[in-house]
């Protein structure tokens, strides 16, 4: 559905996106995963037209960006960074506008509005102006508008941020919910989005696609080896940092131990396990066992930047992620 190849594009010395390829089937939802200025916006826009590449081509449903934009517009979606909307219309008025800009017959205008709102769940809002909507509801109305022509792909560049927790976990339900219907491509920099609301997932930085993988594929790749946190009470006749590094390194399944401060009467250690071992139970019982007093063990997830490191052996992160 969507097919991307050697995609280049400048802006006067910047390389935002550098020869970035890659192919979307359809029905298919994909995350975008890159830190700040990676090129995710810049990329969507060429997808949706809005840039022309330097080099390289795209292309959507068959059509290309460059030859047939119009045939391309006719099948996106496309809910930008700040949502296009116009705050002194009413909701229903401006999606109104918008299905009439795309093109729907006036005909089926009225059953398309009903459709959009209760997909949204915006229908209460229907008669109130954009400008005194909250952001969760003005975010839905993008959507809205995203799909009211009922397009083959939706491209959504990061429709999460800056929602409270509340309008994240309903917007990224709604979201799968269109997936199946359409083929959707949308951008974020935070891993676990992509985690719960995707298939597949690219992660680009500085311009250059790092991996292409299933969610799964990745979640499996990235946390085969875990590193944990372990914290041990450091006062009161308690042992030497140096005794419990020997005592957590003896741990069956674990790689490598670093003491990383004490502090605060705590010793800090993170461990890393070796690929595929769950280690916690082993190291809880190793410290306590030892007379010890176990203050915190928790799981440490990966931040984006140790991700790139892992996937790129260190290359993407060489010059400091943003
Ligand atoms: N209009 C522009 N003119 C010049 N440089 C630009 C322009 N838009 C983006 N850039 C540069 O291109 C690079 C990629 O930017 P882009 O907005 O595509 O990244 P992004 O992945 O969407 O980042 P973010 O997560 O911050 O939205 C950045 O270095 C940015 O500074
Ligand atoms: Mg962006």
């Not at 269109?178 to 949308?186: E, F, K, Q, S």
């Not at 989005?193 to 594929?217: F, L």
């Not at 502090?263 to 595929?276: A, D």
Request: aromatic letters at 4%; glycine letters at 10%.
């Amino acid at each position: 559905m969507i097919k991307v190849e050697g995609l280049t594009k400048r802006y006067a010395r910047t390389v935002a996106v550098d020869n970035v390829s890659f192919e979307v089937q359809k029905g298919q939802i994909v995350g975008f995963l890159g830190p700040n200025g990676a090129g995710k916006t810049t990329t969507m826009r060429v997808l949706t037209c809005f840039l022309p590449p330097s080099a390289g081509t795209a292309q959507v449903a068959g059509y290309d960006v460059l030859n047939a934009p119009m045939d391309v517009k006719k099948r996106i979606g496309y809910l930008p960074e700040s949502p296009p909307l116009y705050p002194e219309m009413e909701v229903s008025e401006y999606l109104q506008f918008v299905g009439r800009l795309k093109g729907i017959p006036r005909g089926d205008l009225a059953r398309r509005l009903d459709e959009v709102t209760g997909r949204c769940a915006i229908g209460d809002v229907r008669n109130k102006l954009i400008g005194k909507l909250s952001k969760g509801y003005r975010q839905r109305v993008g959507l809205a508008q995203a799909i009211i022509h009922n397009p083959d792909v939706l491209i959504l560049d990061e429709p999460t941020a800056g929602l409270d927790p509340k309008q994240i976990i309903e917007t990224r339900q709604l979201i799968k919910h269109l997936a199946g219907d359409h083929t959707i491509i949308l951008s974020t920099h935070i891993l676990p989005e992509v985690e719960q609301t995707c298939e597949q997932v690219i992660i680009i930085s500085k311009g250059k696609v790092v991996a292409t993988d299933s969610v799964e594929n990745l979640t499996n790749r990235l946390r085969g080896a875990e590193t944990v946190a372990v914290e041990v009470e450091a006062s009161n006749g308690a042992p030497e940092a140096g005794a419990v590094l020997q005592r957590l390194e003896q741990v069956a399944g674990v790689a490598r131990v670093l003491h990383r401060e004490t502090k605060n009467g705590r010793h800090v250690f993170e461990v890393e396990s070796l690929q595929g071992q769950a280690v916690r139970p082993a190291l809880a019982r190793g410290v306590v066992e030892a007379g010890w007093n176990l203050v915190e063990l928790r799981a440490v997830s990966l931040s984006l930047e140790e991700i790139f490191l892992q996937l790129t052996g260190g290359d993407a992160a060489a010059g400091g992620v943003q």
